[in-house]
């Protein structure tokens, strides 16, 4: 009799993946065995999980309640298994987490050191980039991801402090320019660009005022795909700024940069800690969690 556990294991990852031949990649097994994982599972629930295609396998409408039902027992199951090793291990080994880049640099790394500070027996791999990238697919235990979410039943997403946005400009730039009194004033202002933004952030900034948004397209003849860049011309009184508050706190409270719209409420986007729903957590990445969820959640 195949192990019933298992046989979810199987379930999951073809729901993910699409197909036999896929899951079985990833699970080391065949075909084959994948299907009769499946089939073991259909005949357990008297009813079909799948459709069947020459190339591709689809959930059918109870598949899919069956679905999650399986991620919730193995997630628990993962989590007891942690708990029995948290009882006699020490957390250890290495752990590779991914992170957009300004975060990253301004608000994780401090965290991370001193989650080694912590923990001597766990070292930290950390990518900064602005890419989207699949945790699972690319082998990050931990991945930080800014902007809305799409569903994906493969990962557990814990949301942390909101990234909220500010609009700022050199004294020497409002000297010559104007301040801007009202968010359409920055329409006739240069406003810079950051290149990997979506195009509707990096076209339209929106500010809040009593409850009221407005929506305001903005123009600008820099685009750069490096912050750190954006916030150098700024600097040097080129254009209007918009980025994350904690990476400007620095310029704002020394006065190199000042805040513009200081009565409206810029641009918020989510941000979320992102993990496997169905790997087995190991106690180096609870850990992080934890660390992560008590500074930031």
């Known amino acids: 009799m195949l192990d019933r556990l298992t046989s979810m294991t199987v379930f999951v990852q073809t729901a993910r993946y699409g197909s ?41 409408v109870f598949g899919r309640l069956y679905l999650d039902r399986c991620q919730s027992v193995l997630a628990e199951v993962a989590a007891a298994d942690s708990l029995v090793q948290s009882s006699h291990a020490k957390p250890q080994g290495r752990l590779r987490i991914n992170a957009p880049v300004t975060f ?14 912590r923990y001597p027996e766990i070292d930290v791999e950390l990518t ?3 890419r989207l990238i699949d945790p699972m697919e690319e082998g990050y235990e931990a991945v930080v991801r800014l902007g809305p979410l799409q569903k994906d039943l493969a990962l557990v997403a814990r949301p942390l402090q909101s990234y909220r946005l500010v609009a700022c400009a050199s004294p020497a730039y409002l000297l010559a320019h104007g301040t801007p009194q009202l968010p359409s004033d920055l329409i006739n202002h240069e406003c810079l660009g950051f290149a990997p933004w979506v195009s509707d952030l990096s076209r339209n900034w929106h500010f809040e005022q009593d409850g009221q948004v407005t929506e305001v397209p903005v123009s600008g003849r820099l685009h750069v795909n490096d912050w750190e860049a954006l916030r150098a011309a700024a600097r040097d009184g080129f254009g209007v700024l918009i980025g994350y508050e904690r990476a400007l706190a620095g310029d704002l409270a020394s006065g190199l940069l000042v805040r513009v719209l200081p009565t409206y409420e810029g641009p918020v986007r989510p941000i979320h800690l992102l993990y496997a ?5 190991t106690l180096k990445l609870r850990c992080f969690v934890d660390h992560l969820m008590e500074a930031l959640g």
């Not at 990649?25 to 357990?44: C, G, T």
Request: net charge positive; aromatic share 4%.
């Open 20 to 60: 036999f031949a896929a899951a079985a990649e990833k699970l080391n097994m065949s075909p084959q065995m994948v299907a009769k994982h499946i089939e073991a599972l259909e005949q357990r629930v008297a009813t079909r999980l799948l459709n069947r295609t020459t190339r591709k396998q689809s959930l059918t």
């Open 104 to 117: 990253g640099r301004h608000e994780l790394v401090p965290l991370v050191t001193r989650f080694l500070d």
């Open 277 to 281: 729903a169905d790997r087995q957590m």
């Open 128 to 130: 900064l980039s602005d």
